[in-house]
Nanobody, 123 residues
Framework: QVQLVESAGGLVQAGDSLRLSCVASGRSFSTLSMGWFRQAPGKEREFIAAISWVGAKTYYADSVKGRFTISRDNAKNAVYLQMNSLRPEDTAVYYC????????????????WGQGTQVTVSS
């Protein structure tokens, strides 16, 4: 079993940066592919970024490419989402997710989820 705990989000202004972290329980973190998703009010959960367990290959949604960076530290059982140049449309609840095997962009492929953390970007 894997439990995921995300760091607190926050309220920031447009153009600011924020880093989210997610720490996983268990001893098999290095074999987990990790993803970040977000859900804004009235919208479906959308893929943001993912990082594979083999080779730390990364994937990004077009909407965040060049602004967000996903990374992992297997020694700390942690995955990070560095968010730069934040925009009001980035406002959402952000979720960390994990799955065994390769990284994907489909939320349905992820079996483990964090509780979500609110990120609000004011204009």
């Amino acid at each position: 079993q894997v439990q995921l705990v995300e760091s607190a989000g926050g309220l920031v202004q447009a153009g600011d940066s924020l880093r989210l972290s997610c720490v996983a329980s268990g001893r098999s973190f290095s074999t987990l592919s990790m993803g970040w998703f977000r859900q804004a009010p009235g919208k479906e959960r959308e893929f943001i970024a993912a990082i594979s367990w083999v080779g730390a290959k990364t994937y990004y949604a077009d909407s965040v490419k060049g602004r967000f960076t996903i990374s992992r530290d297997n020694a700390k059982n942690a995955v990070y989402l560095q968010m730069n140049s934040l925009r009001p449309e980035d406002t959402a609840v952000y979720y960390c997710a994990a799955r065994r095997n390769g990284a994907t962009t489909d939320a349905l492929d992820y079996g483990y989820w964090g509780q979500g953390t609110q990120v609000t970007v004011s204009s």
